[in-house]
Each structure stands twice: as structure tokens, then as C-alpha cells.
């Protein structure tokens, strides 16, 4: 298999070691012990109803992940809370990959509105996926706010 998406959960040991693994460079900013503690609370929250954390494996190597979410601060719409690419493995079409696959997951929760909150190195990522920025600095993060809708079916 060239790719898959692995669902992570409490129990799925190996897969939270390559998760926390990952984590460390996508949280490289934050002090270690805040680092462990988030990236821990992240694998706690799974097997809630509507909230996935994937991993992606491309070409048998993690490539990233994503945890995503239906419904939450915004019922009815896709939420992007974390997303990350290893940096060895970006501009090659992946993070696009790995954002499809969460789309069409929170799609067939009938979600046709999504939103994140972005650090500015992403944006232009964000709007190659069809987000518009809304001008609005999230209280919570300090981030900017992007949305995407797409027609009902
Ligand atoms: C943002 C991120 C997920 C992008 O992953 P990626 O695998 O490189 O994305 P893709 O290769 O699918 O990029 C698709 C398109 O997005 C745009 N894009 C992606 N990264 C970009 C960058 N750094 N600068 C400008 N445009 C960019 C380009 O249009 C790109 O198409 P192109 O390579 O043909 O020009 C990755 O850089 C990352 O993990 N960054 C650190 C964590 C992060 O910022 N996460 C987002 C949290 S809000």
C-alpha cells in the first residue's frame, strides 16, 4: 500500500509513539514539559464522538498528522485544530492529500463549512485549499481565523 491514514487512539501504542514523535517538531517553540502535556491531552481526547487524529504513512514513512473534528465551538462545521507535514516531506502534495482525507471525513458528517486557525506560514497552504482569510485574530490561540464553504448537496 502506498498510503494510509491510521487512526490514533488511547490504545493504539505504537501509533501515539510516532504521533509524540512528530509532535516534538510541530511544537519545537513550546518548552518541552508544556509540549508532552498538550500533545498528551491531544491523544486523551480521542474516541469522542466526531473527533479524529490521523496519521499519515506514505511510501511505509509518517509523513504527518492531523486531528480534526465535526461539530464543537461550531456545531455542524469541519474543524481543523492541528495539522502538520514533516518539513523533509512538504511541497510535494501531501499536506494536500492528508487535508482531502480529513475533508472527506468530516463531509460525510454532511459538514460544508470548515475552519482552522492559522500560524501565517500557512496561509498560503490554507488558500491553496480554497480558505479565505476572515480578518478576525481568534481569542484562544492568537491566530487568524480561515473558513472554506462549499455547496450543499
Ligand atoms: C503547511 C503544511 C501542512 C503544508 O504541507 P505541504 O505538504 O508542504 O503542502 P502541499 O505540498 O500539499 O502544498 C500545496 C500548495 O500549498 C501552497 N504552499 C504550501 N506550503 C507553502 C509555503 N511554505 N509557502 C507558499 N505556499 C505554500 C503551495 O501553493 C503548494 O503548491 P505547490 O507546492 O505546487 O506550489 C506544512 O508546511 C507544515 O506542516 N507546516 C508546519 C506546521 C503548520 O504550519 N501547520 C498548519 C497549522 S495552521
Request: avoid cysteine; glycine fraction near 4%.
Given at each position: 500500500m502506498i498510503e494510509e491514514f491510521h487512526?490514533?487512539?488511547?490504545?493504539?501504542?505504537s501509533?501515539?509513539?510516532v504521533f509524540m514523535t512528530l509532535g516534538k517538531d510541530y511544537m519545537n517553540q513550546t518548552a518541552e514539559n508544556k509540549r508532552e502535556i498538550f500533545?498528551?491531552?491531544m491523544v486523551d481526547l480521542q474516541g469522542q464522538p466526531n473527533r479524529w487524529?490521523?496519521?499519515?504513512?506514505n511510501k511505509k514513512e509518517y509523513v504527518g498528522f492531523a486531528h480534526v473534528r465535526y461539530g464543537g465551538d461550531r456545531p455542524d462545521w469541519g474543524w481543523i485544530l492541528e495539522f502538520y507535514i514533516k518539513p523533509e516531506c512538504r511541497r510535494k502534495g501531501l499536506g494536500t492529500q492528508l487535508y482531502d482525507k480529513c475533508e472527506?471525513?468530516?463531509r460525510e458528517k454532511n459538514a460544508s463549512s470548515f475552519w482552522l486557525t492559522t500560524n501565517p506560514e500557512a496561509v498560503k497552504?490554507?488558500?491553496s485549499?480554497?480558505?479565505e482569510k476572515m480578518g478576525v485574530i481568534a481569542e484562544f490561540n492568537d491566530y487568524e481565523i480561515m473558513e472554506k464553504h462549499i455547496p450543499k448537496f
Open positions: 487512526l490514533v487512539t488511547r490504545n493504539t501504542t501509533l501515539v509513539e500533545l498528551q491531552s487524529l490521523l496519521l499519515y504513512e472527506s471525513i468530516l497552504f490554507w488558500e485549499l480554497g480558505y
